[in-house]
């Protein structure tokens, strides 16, 4: 065991023996497992989206710069009022001036805006679509387009049918897509376990000479394929990371309301697993072809 | 525990080894000698099985040659320590890195190991050279740290290609006093030389002539030597 334990840790320190080819590798990995997981996120959140969305028509409305606030105020509540109103998020001028003020940063004071905002009233206003009446978003639609003072009125069935057209093509691609970049994750591994199994052929034949099995000899690179596997997938799962939180904050305001979720961790965690496995799988059959 | 019977070997048309029989028992003590190119370091590889049977048959410490598989090499090679005349050393790694690799493939204790290796370094006048690099070390140091590596799991069979090639007369005899501490606790050991001097410097040893596939009128290109040194057969 504790042979086992030894060959473990040889097979990681002998990443830092050749350190310039294995960060290479690093690199190649932690790119290949950053664009599958940003394939697999955008497939997670565009899903997400979907279902969130099912059944629900988004109206996404601009009053004109002139429209008194009374005016405004009561439309508001008498949306409010309709029984298939399912959410109604709504900004006053400076309401959406503070907005802005958050998401350009403290680099931006709009302070001297205040209370003469150019900004316009804006509301996001989510119905339930009557399952029997097939024309409720298009009527609905025309109705909250005449109301006095409204400027433009976006409605979101046909960016919904976009959507799910993507969903769908993504689906399709996914497997191919998945099994190109866990190919070219082999590709990688395998290359360089193969040129650290060159560069020190020598002592893999002295080992030869004195005894040693082949588990003996191909352990320590199957450690190290699968611990570059291993980081490589970290250090995407942690760029995925920072991209997501980056883009949620700049994608999660007025008026795109687009919120961007991280990949769940059973994801996450099958990323990780599939890297690894095919990194040692990849090491293993350069190990075997050359060791 | 070395029993070779009419084995043959040729690279291509041209034998090197042809019908070579000898037996070696335990505690055995074997100079293999002739000229460049007899085929003493072919004789040797094969009985570490480096080279592939080609005729004959070939048992080395219980290791049936003519029927090893690639499965069963390493524990042919457990078995056996080999000097090679090349070294085949780890230049980069220390001494006692380069000592230690037999007994970590074995999976020896840390502690017994250390004990093994000091012993060995101690022997060879290596001691002090013990975290030394290899390749800071002269081509004599070098070919003492090739024998400890041989030598320090106490193989039961020993096979050292020219050891004393590159070592003055001093630590030649020093080096075969070794070889000799092992074969007199039970070690059976073939040495290839060409050294005359080396030869008469064991006289228990016996010496087999190799003479490059040259058949004598006997048929063979060495005399039979079954049973020629050591105290029993294998």
Redesign the interface.
């Given at each position: 065991m504790?042979?086992f334990f030894?060959l473990i840790f040889r097979g990681v320190r002998d990443l830092f023996r050749h350190p310039w080819p294995q960060a290479l590798t690093l690199a190649a990995v932690t790119l290949t497992a950053f664009l599958g997981g940003l394939f697999a996120m955008f497939l997670h959140n565009l899903e997400a989206e979907l279902v969130r969305h099912q059944g629900k028509a988004q109206y996404q409305m601009f009053w004109k710069k002139d429209a008194p606030e009374a005016l405004v105020a009561a439309q508001w509540a008498d949306l409010r009022t309709r029984p298939e109103l399912a959410e109604l998020v709504a900004f006053t001028p400076d309401q959406a001036l503070t907005v802005m003020q958050e998401t350009l940063g403290a680099g931006a004071d709009l302070s001297w805006l205040r209370g003469k905002s150019p900004l316009p009233y804006t509301a996001l206003a989510t119905f339930r679509i009557p399952p029997e009446d097939a024309d409720w978003p298009r009527r609905t639609f025309e109705a909250l387009k005449s109301l006095e003072g409204v400027a433009t009125v976006h409605v979101n069935p046909l960016q919904m049918d976009l959507s799910r057209s993507v969903l769908e093509l993504g689906r399709t691609l996914l497997w191919p897509t998945g099994v190109f970049l866990l190919l070219l994750v082999a590709l990688v591994v395998g290359n360089t376990v193969k040129l650290s199994l060159l560069a020190r052929a020598?002592?893999v034949?002295?080992?030869?000479?004195?005894?040693?099995?082949n588990w003996?000899i191909r352990l320590p690179f199957l450690v190290g394929g699968g611990t570059l596997g291993l980081v490589g997938a970290g250090l995407a799962l942690a760029l995925l990371k920072v991209l997501q939180q980056s883009l949620a904050e700049v994608l999660n305001v007025p008026p795109l309301w687009i919120n961007i979720a991280y990949l769940p961790l059973p994801h996450a965690a099958a990323l990780a697993g599939t890297m690894v496995l095919v990194a040692v799988a990849a090491s293993w059959v350069a190990a075997r072809d050359r060791g | 525990m070395v029993r070779v019977r009419n084995l043959s070997f040729r690279f291509g048309a041209r034998y090197v080894l042809r019908n070579v029989s000898f037996s070696v028992g335990r505690g055995g003590f074997v100079f293999l000698t002739g000229p460049s190119g007899a085929g003493k370091t072919t004789l040797l590889r094969i009985l570490h099985g480096a080279l592939p049977m080609q005729g004959g048959q070939a048992t080395v410490a219980g290791h049936e040659l003519a029927r090893m598989t690639k499965g069963r090499l390493p524990a042919l090679r457990r078995d056996v320590g080999v000097v090679f005349q090349d070294f085949k050393i780890l230049p980069r790694r220390t001494v006692r890195e380069n000592v230690i690799l037999p007994l970590e493939v074995r999976g020896v204790a840390r502690p017994k190991a250390e004990r093994r290796i000091k012993a060995v370094l101690h022997a060879l006048k290596l001691d002090g050279l013990a975290e030394c690099p290899c390749a800071q070390l002269a081509g004599g140091e070098q070919q003492r740290v090739a024998i400890a590596r041989a030598v320090v799991t106490g193989p039961r069979v020993i096979l050292a290609d020219e050891p004393t090639g590159n070592l003055d007369w001093e630590l030649s005899v020093r080096l075969l006093d070794v070889f000799r501490q092992f074969h007199l606790h039970g070690t059976s050991i073939i040495m290839a030389t060409h050294n005359r001097e080396i030869l008469s410097a064991v006289p228990e040893a016996a010496v087999l002539r190799l003479s490059g596939g040259e058949v004598d009128p006997g048929g063979y290109d060495v005399a039979e030597a079954a049973g020629i040194s050591g105290r029993d057969e294998a």
């Open positions: 504790g042979m030894r020598d002592e034949s002295i080992l030869r000479l004195v005894g040693a099995k003996y | -």
